[in-house]
């Protein structure tokens, strides 16, 4: 029996199309104008046809005229979800749900063309690498919609992705050149290539990229996937930690060998090589257009996004920088830079209140509970209930763990959304904070003023004083006025540290 969960299949319940000719005249009659009513009624079609009884070379074709239309509509309907905060909101999630719902048809149309393949059908053999490859391909999109979103691919969909390449090497395809102009516009690609990419995608630590950059790192995979090679043997002579699967579970990568592993071993080297060379290049002044990394980040922004890929993908796979320290703590959390101004210019009772309250003042204290913390900072998590602030990367916290006698300040690093918990990681500020009033003027008054919050300079750690700004009051070497109950003092803005979602974290200095 294969693991593709396919669904079972019968005559009861029957398409509107049946054959490639009817599924061209199906897609001529939808209404171009309207991408959620033709994703919808297309997802309803899409589901009959994996249920509905049919030859697999027919299927195939079916799958075939279909595959264009269903790129162009995820295409145009993702905007409705990817990179928005989460927990996602009713329509959010109903779009989203769709979008996965018709990767995961397409995906399953080819996968009942692979069964047969597997199967000895001699309509669909010959083109067996077609098959897997498409069928990897609606996976990675599927998994990329999904990281957009800052979701964890459903449960099973490891499995598939592993099932999927294991049929292409037992049926000897997965080598075989193929074009797919549809995603990738250049040199031909492998069944190969489709698997690794996905397992790269994820191996990138994507959670704390932005969607758009999610969006480029999919494309590079693309291209360069095709250098990492898989071993069924154990590695020995690569330079690189060889990154280790196994086929029969549902995840993606191998911690250690089970009984009953089917293991691989990717080698990483030339794709490392292919990475460096192209920073070297970078380094020297060439741009990202010509090195064939496209048009949408300037150098510096491709040369990070680069370092980051290389960092996460090519070190084996089982390594952090920082040891993390598993917790059984709650901590008490403010969401968002305006809660948090709100929260610290409270009244002292307030702000040593724990648990989850409204508090009419315009913020929320909300119960976390640490999963674990490392040098850096903390994972938290709660239940993803419509209880709690909407959480993005690059948002401003105040937190308190309960076993710290104040609030300190902290910025989100990546969020995640995995099995109805919603997972953030942050990264801490040393020192209390205090709110103070900005002002562009030197005598604090006129029509530029906000209110930001301080932090002291930490010399043991390395932390300069510093202010966190509202987003967009940053410039570099801009002179402004802190005004508390020391009263006002001129600082000058020397430079950026972290540049959030909803605020600006620049080191100051006075103004002499």
Known sequence: MHLFALPATSSAHLPEFRDARTAREWLDGAD?????????RLLGQL???????????ERLRVAEELRDTVLSIQASTSNRFVGRPLPLSA???????????????????????????????????????????????????????????????????WR?????????????????????????????????????????????SPFGLTHRQLRVLHRWLGKWSGKVAVFDAPVTHSALPPLMLDLSADAPVARMPQAGSR?????????????????????????????????????????????????HCCRGGLTRAEARRALQQNAAVVIGMEAVQQFLGGDDDAIDSLGPRTVAAGYLVEDWRILDDSPAGLRLGRRATGDGARVANGMLLAVRPENATQFMLAHVCWVMMSDGELQIGIRMLAGTP????????????????????????????????????????????????????????????????????DFDLARIEPVT
């Open 160 to 204: 598939r992705v592993h099932a999927c390449f294991d049929a292409a090497e037992r049926l000897g395809a997965a080598e075989r050149k193929i074009r797919d102009d549809a995603i990738h516009d250049e040199r031909p690609t492998t069944v190969r290539a489709a698997y690794v990419l996905c397992v790269l995608l994820h191996g990138a």
């Open 47 to 57: 589901n009959l046809l994996n249920r509905c009884t049919l030859a697999a070379g």
């Open 263 to 311: 293991l691989r071993w990717l080698v990483l080297d030339e794709f490392s090589h292919s990475v460096r060379k192209r920073l070297a290049l970078l380094a020297q002044g060439e741009t990202p257009l010509a090195l064939r990394l496209g048009d949408e980040l300037s150098p510096a922004q491709a040369e990070r996004l680069l370092r980051h890929l290389h960092g």
């Open 91 to 157: 329509g959010e999630r109903a779009a989203f749900d769709a979008n996965q719902g018709m990767w995961d048809t397409l995906a399953t149309a080819y996968l009942h063309c692979l069964s047969a393949a597997l199967d000895g059908d001699g309509a669909v053999v010959g083109q067996t690498g077609l098959i897997a490859h498409r069928a990897l391909s609606a996976l990675a999109l599927m998994q990329l919609d999904a990281l957009r979103t800052a979701h964890t691919p459903a449960p099973g969909y």
């Open 32 to 40: 171009g104008s309207q991408p959620l009513a033709t994703q919808a």
């Open 434 to 501: 205090r709110l103070v009033e900005l002002s562009r003027a030197p005598d604090g008054s006129g029509e530029h003023a906000a209110r930001g919050v301080l932090m002291p300079e930490v010399s043991r750690i390395g932390q300069p004083e510093c202010v966190a700004l509202p987003a967009g009051w940053y410039r570099k070497a801009r002179d402004i006025t802190l005004g508390d109950d020391a009263g006002p003092r001129r600082v000058r803005l020397v430079e950026s540290i972290e540049r959030g979602a």
